[in-house]
């Protein structure tokens, strides 16, 4: 079933458990759906809103700033790609983990931040996630290790990686990452050079 709000398009399915669920699929674009802030509801028709499709916000130049539900659970591959006016992403979320798939931020040149509640970290699936996010300083704790060119052309100086962490150099590729904090550091591979002006703490 669909539902439209405010300009956006939400699919609820039942899982084979019986467990509903519901997921932002779509923009459609007219001018009252081109706000400048966007915030998704923690529900629809009393279903929990828990993820966002692929390209579901793709190319919403209008875009800066993004409210996400306590409910949101993944960021789907190209969400957010090439919303060169979004600044802020806030994900109302605690203790949770949220998984982000390839290029989910890619081309956002004005990203700044990445905000959740405490006791929150960030799931990277898939490669390019914050390339030529020029501006971007900060985001939440990740948990594991990076896909490739997850920062390439990135502007991020100061990350937090959880769990264990393997740094692959291709990682921070022509990025301004200056310092890397690992809570447990299993391995460094690729161009080694890379990492030459780079501070890597390890607990």
């Given at each position: 079933?669909?539902?439209?709000i ?36 923690a529900?629809?028709e ?7 499709l ?24 190209g ?33 700044e ?6 006791d929150s ?15 971007l ?24 990686l ?41 607990s």
């Amino acid at each position: 079933m669909e539902k439209i709000i405010d300009g956006v398009e939400y699919v609820i399915s039942t899982s084979n458990m019986g467990v509903s669920t519901a997921s932002v699929q779509d923009l459609i674009v007219s001018e009252r759906s081109r706000t400048k802030e966007l915030t998704i509801p923690a529900s629809v028709e009393g279903v929990p809103v828990v993820a966002i499709l692929q390209d579901a916000f793709q190319d919403a130049y209008w875009l800066e700033k993004v409210n996400l539900p306590h409910t949101m659970c993944s960021i789907g591959p190209g969400a957010f790609d090439n919303c060169i006016k979004l600044k802020e992403v806030y994900i109302a979320c605690h203790n949770m983990q949220v998984k982000i798939q390839r290029n989910a931020f890619s081309r956002c040149h004005s990203l700044e931040r990445i905000k959740m509640d405490y006791d929150s970290v960030l799931i990277l699936n898939g490669p390019g996630i914050f390339k030529d996010c020029d501006v971007l300083n900060s985001l939440p704790p990740i948990m594991g290790s990076i896909p490739s060119h997850t920062f390439l052309r990135c502007g991020i100086k100061y990350v937090i990686l959880l769990g264990d962490v393997y740094l692959d150099a291709e990682v921070f590729r022509n990025c301004g990452i200056d310092t890397i904090a690992c809570e447990k550091l299993e391995g460094i591979d690729g161009d080694l050079e890379i990492f030459k002006n780079i501070q890597i703490i390890s607990s």
